[in-house]
């Protein structure tokens, strides 16, 4: 299982929370942050959007949001 860390700026709390994330895990990346995971990443987007950004708007953060993304498969 493929499984995608987001490291998001908290100014995108709101709008991370409006997408039906749970927000309230804080990031250990850089304590500005918060954390959010995507469990079973689809293999075919990690292809396809190669980019943080372009990988978290898929699944519905917005692209300038991101901090840090961790890959774990």
Do not use: R
């Amino acid at each position: 299982m493929t499984t995608a860390i987001f490291h998001v700026d908290n100014e995108y709390k709101d709008q991370a929370a409006s997408v039906g994330f749970d927000v309230s895990k804080p990031s250990d990346y850089e304590d500005d942050c918060f954390s959010v995971t995507v469990k079973n990443v689809d293999l075919n987007a990690l292809k396809v959007f190669t980019d943080w950004g372009d990988l978290a708007s898929h699944y519905g953060l917005m692209y300038e949001s991101i901090i840090y993304t961790e890959i774990n498969e």
